[in-house]
């Protein structure tokens, strides 16, 4: 089945500076790779999403890439912010019609004013 | 309130105990998915309904687990005899339909401690 990797576990930045969160997946067949954001006692709310025909997106401060030749994508944030600072977890969908999610293990951004 | 609602919020029982947990998702949504989040992890799938079809169970982690949907609309996740091992967030999803195409929203989840 799919298996997700995140790295860096634990990020800390100073804000205004950039932060990227990199993920690498195993099925060559996933199609889907959200990236969800998870501030303290609340569920993950999906902050970008990219589909395996295109190769980058970008929304304001946030950027998605994705390599389907190495099955790499990262998440991008410049001029970070101290709202930004929560749990990002990227995420692939299974290669199946359930659509179900294969989660990494989050990264805990710190932005520091 | 449009979106997943999870109750309790919080939930602190003794191991050997059953425990329900109820995801009302958002109107409309055929599809619904339950995730299990242990504590410092990423959310781990337990089980999805789409419509009528057959649920996906293929996530619960043992018979102890189980899991209804009434229709389209509310789900229950049931856990007999908890154990400590148990203890994590219950996070439920729900989509418009099943299938990579539609975007999960998830409930702020239900934190189950199991003493």
């Known amino acids: 089945g799919e298996n997700v990797e995140q790295h860096p576990s634990t990020l800390s930045v100073q804000e205004g500076d950039s932060a990227v969160i990199k993920c690498t997946y195993s099925d060559s067949a996933s199609n889907y790779f959200p990236w969800y954001k998870q501030e303290l006692g609340k569920g993950p709310q999906l902050i970008i999403d990219i589909r395996s025909n295109v190769g980058e997106k970008k929304d304001q401060r946030i950027a998605v890439t994705l390599n389907k030749t190495a099955k790499h994508f990262s998440l991008h944030i410049t001029e970070t912010q101290p709202e930004d600072s929560a749990v990002y977890f990227c995420a692939a969908s299974e290669p199946s019609n359930t659509g179900k999610l294969i989660f990494g293990q989050g990264t805990t951004l710190q932005v520091k004013p | 309130g449009a979106g997943v609602s999870q109750s309790p919020s919080n939930k602190v029982t003794e191991k050997g105990k059953d425990v329900e947990l109820r995801c009302d998702p958002i109107?409309?949504?055929?599809?619904l998915y339950w995730y299990r989040q242990r504590l410092g992890q990423g959310l781990e799938f337990l089980i999805y309904?789409?419509?009528?079809?057959?649920?996906?169970k293929s996530g619960l982690p043992s018979d102890r687990f189980s899991a209804e949907r009434t229709g389209e609309s509310v789900s229950t996740l049931t856990i007999q005899r908890t154990q400590q091992e148990d203890s994590a967030v219950y996070l439920c999803?729900?989509?418009?339909?099943?299938?990579?195409?539609?975007?999960?929203?998830f409930g702020a989840g239900t934190r189950l401690s199991v003493l």
């Open positions: 109107s409309g949504h055929t599809a």
């Open positions: 309904f789409q419509g009528n079809s057959a649920p996906d």
């Open positions: 999803a729900s989509s418009l339909g099943g299938g990579s195409k539609n975007i999960q929203y």
